[in-house]
């Protein structure tokens, strides 16, 4: 039996008063996931550990079986990786945003007017140079770019340059620790910030963007510091050779950095006009020559990032007609979940847990009939937490060596 693990980012919710009292997935029409849970195994899901609101990169990491204690070092080296950027032991990575800033510093708009494409702003501060580091730069979606430091005595020990707010000033990048490679590693970075400020002020693309009344793209501001650290791939840890099907640059990071093969799919954008149905079908052709695939959707976590419970519930519906096309598989372990709740009325994510199933061959199918954050709840696999998730399904796949004798 091998595995479709399908990630639905932040679809956990609350419930909301014009749904009913439902939340967005429980107030959805939802006949092939509630076919999976009628047939399958079910539970809550905790992905760090009860009370936790976790991050994205590190409930994925938890999900995948490794423990974010000891792994976790920073979200920038997955979007790097995630963009096909190299990264080597000692880089240090960060993500960024292309944004708007007044001559004083003061934040206009944290993404540039959501520029269509940061490409031909910072394409000439790819390769600078600065105190013998050097300074990789390409850019992702939109206003979205990463960022990767390579050179001596480099430390991700250090604070964000973004204050995550607009009408605030920009933020000094600090040593988060007394080393002195914190110290060296910030003094480089506000140069290059500083740097790439005068360089991206005389690109006479802002002059004219200054014409039309656009927001000037003149500020980069970075954030998520993080490290390469090699760690026990996936397949070495499992013994299953894994593929990833995804939009957002993060996922197909964090897969990268497991050692999965990533499948590109034309049409998986991460957004809500994301092509689900290419995905699906290529999930159940990667079938064919991977034991384990990993799909990941993102558009519910964006939906509850915006409030908007409509859309969420609406987008639910698009997931589950194009599951389909994987929920009918006699020789598979189907496993749907979500990395952690986005509440529409938080506007953020929570440390609620998701729900999950598990369907396929062999499992203690329990009473429950609906995938719903309240209904799963009362499944066979109670409540779970992400470290426990992988053991399972290594238990139903019969691959769980015996402890003791
Ligand atoms: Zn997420």
Do not use: W
């Amino acid at each position: 039996m091998k595995v479709i693990f399908v990630v639905c980012d932040g679809l956990g919710d609350r419930p909301i008063k014009q749904l009913k009292n439902l939340t967005p997935l429980e107030a959805a029409k939802t006949p092939n996931l509630d076919k999976l849970a009628k047939n399958g195994i079910n539970g809550l899901l905790h992905t760090i550990d009860h009370g936790i609101r976790p991050g994205s990169d590190v409930s994925h990491l938890s999900l995948f079986g490794y423990d974010t204690k000891i792994h976790y070092k920073g979200r920038g080296m997955y979007e790097a990786l995630g963009l096909g950027m190299k990264m080597n032991k000692g880089d240090i990575a960060f993500r960024c945003n292309l944004a708007t800033v007044k001559s004083d510093l003061t934040i206009l708009d944290r993404r540039a007017g959501r520029i269509e494409s940061c490409e031909p702003f910072i394409k000439e501060l790819n390769g600078a140079l600065i105190n013998g580091v050097r300074f990789a730069v390409k850019a992702g979606v939109m206003h979205r770019a990463a960022i990767v430091m390579s050179g001596y005595n480099l430390s991700y020990k250090v604070s964000d340059a973004d204050p995550h707010e607009v009408n605030t000033k920009v933020k000094k990048v600090m040593p988060l620790d007394n080393s002195k490679e914190a110290q060296f590693t910030a003094d480089v970075l506000n140069r290059f910030i500083e740097f790439a400020h005068i360089k991206l002020k005389q690109n006479p693309l802002n002059k004219e963007r200054s014409k039309k009344k656009l927001s000037e793209a003149n500020y980069l501001l970075l954030r998520g510091a993080g490290y390469v650290e090699e760690v026990q791939s996936f397949f070495d840890k499992y013994k299953l050779s894994a593929c990833c099907i995804a939009g957002a640059p993060l996922y197909k990071g964090i897969a990268k950095a497991l050692g999965m093969d990533i499948i590109d799919i034309k049409g998986a954008t991460g957004t809500l006009q994301t092509d689900l149905e290419a995905k699906f079908t290529a999930a159940k052709t990667a079938l064919k020559r991977y034991d384990f695939v990993f799909v990941h959707i993102k558009a519910t976590d964006s939906c509850g990032e915006d409030g908007n419970f409509t859309e969420k519930k609406k987008f639910i519906e698009k997931i589950d007609k194009a599951i389909k096309t994987i929920s009918n598989l006699d020789d598979a372990l189907i496993v749907v979940t979500a990395d952690h709740s986005s509440p529409c009325a938080l506007k953020a994510h929570s440390a609620d847990p998701v729900p999950i199933v598990m369907s396929g061959e062999g499992v203690r199918v329990d009473g429950v009939i609906k995938f719903g954050e309240r209904a799963c709840a009362n499944g066979g696999l109670s409540h779970i937490v992400g470290l426990n998730v992988m053991p399972e399904i290594m238990n139903l796949l019969g691959k769980t060596q015996l402890y003791g004798d």
